[in-house]
């Protein structure tokens, strides 16, 4: 079966409430579902029933997993990100760990991404799909060199 969206993600966080405030107020989603005696929190991402994310209190989470997540958005948000990121305390980062005020992009996809880190240190992703031919061999750059 082919499998055409990532639909849900799960983490797992040291403090549930802080963390539900960073997913809430920082990347914008939407609470769809509390289950405080399981140490859990689910939100949509993209509309109702469209994507998920759940977050779980330490220790609620089969073998305390933590996992890099990717959220897509719009190629205009992307290109605002560093700086939105940046008014809200969390630092930007390219795809080498840098900070960084400008998208990466892989030339492989191509792909426009930038990284960060939620309070529990888990990896998260804005990226938009770029409407231009692969580039493979420009490897990955950052915006201002593929757009050059």
Known sequence: ??????????????DLGRSVGFYRDVVGLPV?????ERG????WVG?????????????SMPMGMSLHVAFGVKLDDLLAAPARLRELGV????????ETDEPSV???MPAGAVYFR???GNQLEYLTMLDAEP????GIIPWSRWRA
Do not use: C, N, Y
């Open 118 to 120: 939620d309070p529990d």
């Open 106 to 108: 892989l030339g492989w």
């Open 135 to 138: 580039r493979p061999q420009a």
């Open 32 to 36: 769809a579902l509390e289950i405080p």
């Open 1 to 14: 079966m082919p499998v055409s969206r990532l639909f849900e993600a799960h983490l797992t966080v040291r």
């Open 40 to 43: 859990a929190t689910f939100f």
């Open 91 to 98: 630092v930007p980062l390219s795809f080498f760990g840098e």
């Open 47 to 59: 509309g109702a029933g469209e994507h998920m994310l759940g977050l779980w209190s330490l220790g």
